[in-house]
């Protein structure tokens, strides 16, 4: 196997991709990962050979990292790593990771449990009203989670794959791609008599994606034995991010499209599998324009190892809030873009994070 620390800015040395920055460590051996972490927020590490089995099997987990100098007043922090496993209903099995054939390869095998922080539907206790943190990764090897509150109170979206953002914004849902992290204030409101609950709402992937499906419950609330909190107003969270600029940018193009090759359908990036794919070059210190168009029938989200993007419109202006992002989500036939400054010397790899 070997780690990916997905999100974190390390040497290419410590990337963790089989065969590109380092061999494959065998049954028995060892590796030593030593880096130093650059930026606070939340990241996550998973192996990258056979990612589907050995993440889908449970492989993963969370790496916090925390800045010194913030100050932000919240009764209780969280780090919830979402997920699903595959099990046999009736033996209690895991389920082969090449389950579903060719279809669940191409769509993503999501497992049949939900689960948060390894657990089924948690109970958390909290203060009725008191402000919490929650830093959130989205660590399924295929599904997309969109996250609600079932009584629909907001939550303040602070920050995302690379830290806060440039200001927080208020979101009645969220929704995570895998590889995707959220940094979210919220004051959970429990009314008597009724149980609060966090869900996940099939999110439309694209064709097929959420018929007959129906919502997960996540987190289960319940209030401590206090008086509830005195109401406070979500803070106001900002983030001095400059803006990049895309001039001079080197434009890069990237297609997401399905062929069919001997009668299997598979998905090609740039017109390649990604075994005869042309690699994209950068002269050092370059910045680039990534134009990703995904002409597939389901949404990808695109994970670039190495580096922050800054997602731009069809003008090359970055969207606001400004964010620094490793991983987007681009909906189906849809065009998504970013701009990214490449820095750093290596060959680094980017690819769709459903992980089969
Ligand atoms: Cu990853």
């Known amino acids: 196997t070997t780690v990916h620390w997905h999100g974190v800015q390390v040497p290419i040395q410590m990337d963790g991709v089989p065969g590109v920055s380092q061999p494959p460590v065998e049954p028995g051996g060892s590796f030593t990962y030593d880096f130093v972490v650059p930026d606070a927020g939340l990241f996550w590490y998973h192996p990258h050979?056979?990612?589907?089995?050995?993440?889908?099997?449970?492989?993963?987990?969370?790496?916090?990292?925390?800045?010194?100098?913030?100050?932000?007043?919240?009764?209780?922090?969280?780090?919830?790593v979402l997920s699903d496993i595959a099990i046999e209903d009736g033996s209690g099995e895991l389920?082969?990771?090449?389950?579903?054939g060719a279809l669940g390869s191409l769509f993503g095998r999501e497992g049949n449990h939900v689960l948060v922080n390894g657990r089924i539907r948690p109970t958390l206790t909290v203060r009725n009203g008191a402000m919490q943190r929650w830093r959130i990764v989205n660590s399924a090897k295929s599904r997309y989670f969109q996250l609600q509150l079932d009584n629909v109170q907001p939550f303040l979206l602070i920050g995302v794959d690379g830290g806060h953002m440039e200001y927080s914004v208020e979101r009645q849902v969220v929704v995570l791609a895998p590889g995707?992290?959220?940094?979210?204030?919220?004051?959970?409101?429990?009314?008597a008599g009724r149980d609060l609950t966090?869900?996940?709402?099939?999110?439309?992937?694209?064709f097929g994606s959420v018929e007959f499906r129906s919502a997960d419950d996540l987190i289960a609330f319940?209030?401590?034995?206090?008086?509830?909190?005195?109401?406070?107003?979500?803070?106001?969270?900002?983030?001095?991010i400059p803006p990049m600029s895309a001039e001079a940018a080197r434009p890069i193009d990237i297609e997401l499209i399905m062929t069919?090759?001997?009668?299997?359908t598979t998905f090609d990036i740039k017109g390649g599998p990604f075994w005869r794919g042309t690699s994209v070059l950068a002269a050092m210190g370059e910045t680039q324009l990534w134009t990703i168009t995904n002409k597939a029938i389901w949404a990808h989200p695109i994970h670039l190892h190495g580096f922050f993007f800054q997602e731009v419109d069809e003008k090359g202006i970055p969207v606001s809030p400004r964010a620094w992002k490793d991983t987007i989500h681009v909906p189906a036939e849809s065009t998504r873009r970013f701009l990214v400054k490449l820095d750093r010397?290596?060959?680094?790899?980017?690819?769709?994070?459903?992980?089969e």
């Open 260 to 264: 069919k090759d001997h009668g299997l």
């Open 222 to 240: 319940k209030a401590a034995p206090l008086p509830p909190a005195p109401a406070v107003a979500f803070p106001r969270v900002t983030r001095d």
């Open 345 to 355: 010397p290596g060959s680094w790899m980017y690819h769709c994070h459903i992980l």
């Open 198 to 206: 966090l869900i996940n709402i099939p999110f439309d992937r694209g």
């Open 49 to 80: 050979v056979m990612s589907a089995a050995q993440v889908g099997f449970g492989l993963y987990g969370a790496l916090l990292v925390e800045d010194p100098d913030e100050r932000l007043n919240v009764a209780d922090e969280l780090v919830l």
């Open 180 to 191: 995707e992290r959220a940094d979210l204030l919220v004051a959970p409101k429990l009314d």
């Open 95 to 100: 389920q082969s990771p090449d389950s579903g």
